[in-house]
T-cell receptor
């Protein structure tokens, strides 16, 4: 079946370094992708999204890259801070009015 | 403005009992979603309401699970005859445009 997954379940980075979290998806019909951050005991928090007609989108310290050729999505966090420590989920939405499909998540640990 | 709220934040129940979980979406959001998150796992889609359309129930794991949305706003997820495998965090999200979903803090359900 269609699925969204992550290459790395855990990622440790030094404070101040850049972080890159990767995600593979398999539904070529997906038209929308989104990244969430989830801290312990909280619900997922929206970070950034991108539609399939784009290949890059930037926010504050975050950039999402979409490569439709290889069905790959990545989240880049610049100058990673301790407050960035959390589990990060990517999700995709198939074409039409369908629910998001979430990956299992990557835990980002920032080393001070 | 106010975000998505859920109640209770924690619920402990005995196997075989029924439970009701409540979600108050962001005012004006027409779409409402329920997800389940088991420990250390991603989000599992349960059910989706969009306006006055019939809900998408394709993610409900069994007929013990049901949900309703009254007046296009508040939603209640009901689990009948709870089982230990129902223990999880139940997350609700709402959306204005069926793209970006905003999540509540979740209800942690523990079935003894």
């Amino acid at each position: 079946g269609e699925s969204v997954g992550l290459h790395l379940p855990t990622l440790s980075v030094q404070e101040g370094d850049n972080s890159i979290i990767n995600c593979a998806y398999s539904n070529s019909a997906s038209d929308y992708f989104i990244w969430y951050k989830q801290e312990s005991g909280k619900g997922p928090q929206f970070i950034i999204d991108i539609r399939s007609n784009m290949d890059k989108r930037q926010g504050q310290r975050v950039t999402v890259l979409l490569n439709k050729t290889v069905k790959h999505l990545s989240l880049q966090i610049a100058a990673t801070q301790p407050g960035d420590s959390a589990v990060y989920f990517c999700a995709e939405r198939g074409s039409g009015n369908t629910p998001l499909v979430f990956g299992k998540g990557t835990r980002l640990s920032v080393i001070a | 403005g106010a975000g998505v709220s859920q109640s209770p934040s924690n619920k402990v129940t005995e196997k075989g009992k029924d439970v009701e979980l409540r979600c108050d979406p962001i005012s004006g959001h027409t779409a409402l979603y329920w997800y389940r998150q088991s420990l250390g796992q991603g989000l599992e889609f349960l059910i989706y309401f969009q306006g006055n359309s019939a809900p998408d129930k394709s993610g409900l794991p069994s007929d013990r699970f049901s949900a309703e949305r009254t007046g296009g706003s508040v939603s209640t997820l009901t689990i009948q005859r709870t089982q230990q495998e129902d223990s999880a965090v139940y997350l609700c999200a709402s959306s204005l445009d069926s793209y970006t979903q905003y999540f509540g803090p979740g209800t942690r359900l523990t079935v003894l």
